[in-house]
C-alpha cells in the first residue's frame, strides 16, 4: 500500500476537524505551488548533503511546503511540516546546521521549538527530532524513527515519538 494512502487512512482521511494536513499552497502566496512540488524537491536532492530516502520524496509531493496536524486527543502523530528548499537555507543560514551536521537534512519542524531531521552517518541512521537551538548537540536529539514508512505505519513508533515530544523520554508508558 502507498504510503500517502497509508497516512490519509491513519488520520481518518483528515475528516476531524482537530486533524488537518496541508500543503504549500496558498491561493495568495503560493499560487502555482502544485506546478513548483517538482522542481523544490530537486532543489532539495541536488543541494541535500545526504541522498534522500524515496518516502521521503513520496512525503514532499504530497504534503512539501505544508505538513500534518492532528490535535485530537488519541492524536496518531504530533504535528510535522515538510519545508521546501527556501526554508532549509533560511535555517541553515540562522544556524551554520550544515556546517555542525554536514550528514543530515533539516527537512521540517513541529510549528515551534523542534526540529526534525534526516540523518544518515556511521552512529545515527534515520529520522530524528531535537530542539532548534541545540540540533549540534547528539544528547539531545531523539531518534523517532528509521523510516518515513515506519514513522506513519508502525504504531509503537507512533506512540514513542507522542512520548518523546509530550514527555521528552519514553518510560514504556503512553503518559496519557
Known amino acids: 500500500m502507498n504510503l500517502i494512502k497509508r497516512i490519509y487512512e491513519n488520520y481518518n482521511q483528515f475528516q476531524d476537524p482537530q486533524c488537518h494536513a496541508f500543503n504549500g499552497y496558498h491561493p495568495d502566496y503560493h499560487p502555482n505551488w502544485k506546478d513548483e512540488v517538482e ?3 530537486q532543489l532539495i536532492q541536488e543541494n541535500s548533503p545526504i541522498s534522500l530516502p524515496e518516502d521521503y520524496c513520496e512525503l514532499f509531493r504530497a504534503f512539501g511546503g505544508g505538513g500534518i ?4 486527543p488519541n492524536w496518531v502523530i504530533p504535528t ?6 527556501e526554508d532549509m537555507e533560511d535555517f541553515n543560514e540562522t544556524f551554520n546546521f550544515f556546517d555542525d551536521c554536514p550528514n543530515a537534512l533539516p527537512f521540517g519542524d513541529d510549528i515551534g521549538d523542534r526540529i526534525y531531521l534526516i540523518i544518515c552517518d556511521s552512529t545515527e541512521h534515520g529520522i530524528y527530532m531535537t530542539g532548534k537551538s541545540m540540533f549540534w548537540d547528539k544528547t539531545f536529539r531523539r531518534k523517532i524513527a528509521d523510516s518515513f514508512t515506519q514513522l506513519f505505519t508502525d504504531a509503537e513508533v507512533q506512540r514513542k515519538f507522542r512520548n518523546y515530544y509530550s514527555f521528552g523520554a519514553d518510560e514504556g508508558g503512553d503518559g496519557r
Not at 496536524?69 to 485530537?72: A, F, L, N, S, T
Not at 510535522?80 to 528548499?85: A, R, S
Open 80 to 85: 510535522m511540516t515538510f519545508w521546501k528548499w
Open 69 to 72: 496536524e492532528d490535535k485530537r
Open 39 to 41: 522542481s523544490q524537491l
